[in-house]
């Protein structure tokens, strides 16, 4: 239940000097959004010849920038849209971290829709159908980048919360949601496709996103994240990911940003 709900069980130290950098008796820690490329990356490194133990931690895109920010994670995974610059993740990245050295690495591209029932007896094929009467839906955590898209989507089109049927109803993870409907409990909602796949539910594409991973500096220099760099750009991991639907490796490991002074420094 614990996994389902996004979060691993794993816990950080909750005094103050913990909190300004975890050791390396509590491992290295994933705090971020949740995607199976990340559950995978975990088991990867796990295996390897020299074994890192990666926790992880699911608690959306946001949760994940200020847990980087305030030292309480090594690296974040996420996938925030900003509609008016028409970006993933950057212009969050600069706000959150502010005057911090970091890198922005992508891990997977996915593909983003409606997760509804076999059949899809409610005929649910568009961003439109949020709003029909009848229909329940399964939100995402406030915070999440799933989230963000939605109220995104709410604010551009004048739509308030209360037209729609489960808004106030959450879950923390893409499993959650598909589960959901899988149960009964829902109708619809949005999460990544091999969610829907794996649940046995229908699966109607809305818009493709890129799912990067946010380092500090401080942390790009260390040989565990040379480790972590070296999973992800192996041919190995990029075929374990391509073996699930809706995924799209052609970016993995590539540099999408870096801030000026982290370049300056890596030269």
């Not at 040379?226 to 993995?252: C, F, M, P, W």
């Amino acid at each position: 239940m614990n996994y389902l709900q996004g979060d691993s069980g794993e816990k950080w130290p909750q005094d103050s000097d913990a909190h300004k950098e975890i050791s390396s008796d509590y491992g290295y820690c994933f705090v971020g959004s949740h995607d199976l490329a990340v559950e995978l990356l975990a088991e990867f490194l796990n295996h390897s010849s020299s074994a890192l133990p990666l926790k992880t931690i699911f608690k959306g895109s946001m949760q994940g920038l200020i847990a980087l920010y305030r030292r309480e994670a090594q690296v974040t995974g996420i996938h925030l849209w900003d509609q008016k610059l028409q970006e993933y993740n950057i212009p969050f990245a600069e706000h959150i971290l502010l005057a911090e050295a970091y890198t922005v690495v992508n891990l997977i591209q996915r593909s983003q829709g409606w997760i509804v029932p076999a059949g899809n007896k409610h005929n649910i094929n568009s961003w439109e159908d949020i709003t029909r009467k009848g229909l329940r839906f399964i939100n995402r955590q406030r915070g999440s980048g799933t989230r963000f898209r939605i109220d995104q989507y709410l604010l551009e089109n004048e739509i308030s919360a209360n037209q729609i049927q489960g808004y106030e109803n959450e879950e923390q993870t893409h499993w959650g949601v598909a589960l959901k409907v899988a149960n009964g409990e829902a109708d619809f909602g949005l999460g990544f496709q091999f969610a829907a796949q794996r649940m046995g539910l229908d699966f109607v594409p809305l818009f493709k996103e890129r799912y990067d991973l946010v380092i500090l500096q401080e942390t790009v220099e260390k040989p565990e994240w040379q480790q972590i760099q070296a999973v992800i750009n192996s041919t190995a991991y990029k075929r374990a990911v391509e073996q699930h639907i809706g995924y799209d490796t052609s970016l993995t490991g590539k540099v999408i940003y870096e801030t000026p002074h982290s370049a300056k420094v890596r030269t």
